[in-house]
């Protein structure tokens, strides 16, 4: 009875070696390798370029309209339905004169004439 005891704790010490070092090998890991992300889903790519560009994708357009669709898609939400003509822009004083109107930061031209700043060398460091 020792015998077969010694064996069999042999034999599955064998199986256990045997099957740690087999390379794991999935179909799923296959089957979406050959295959571009862009034949996945559209989304998907958008998706990954977004994830590629790191924090830049937080000010990309692209990447909030990719993410909205897919936080709507998670959600289970209907699609928005698009309006047929775009809606003008509210104003908060429709009665107010046109000359009141706001001045952008696009129509007034730089200034230029401002001191350039000079960088200052870098001193070693005293220990």
Do not use: Y
Not at 2 to 30: H, W, Y
């Amino acid at each position: 009875a020792r015998v077969g005891a010694i064996v069999f704790v042999a034999v599955a010490i064998t199986a256990t070696a045997i099957e740690m070092n087999r390379k794991d090998v999935s179909t799923d890991v296959l089957a979406t390798r050959g295959r571009p992300v862009t034949a996945l889903d559209p989304l998907t790519a958008e998706l990954l370029r977004c994830s590629e560009i790191g924090e830049a994708g937080t000010r990309d357009p692209g990447c909030l309209k990719a993410w909205a669709e897919n936080r709507r898609r998670f959600l289970g939400r209907p699609a928005p339905v698009s309006s047929p003509s775009p809606v003008a822009p509210a104003t908060l004083f429709p009665s107010a004169p046109a000359s009141a109107a706001p001045i952008h930061k696009d129509s007034a031209p730089a200034d230029v004439t401002g001191p350039a700043m000079q960088a200052e060398p870098a001193q070693p460091e005293v220990r």
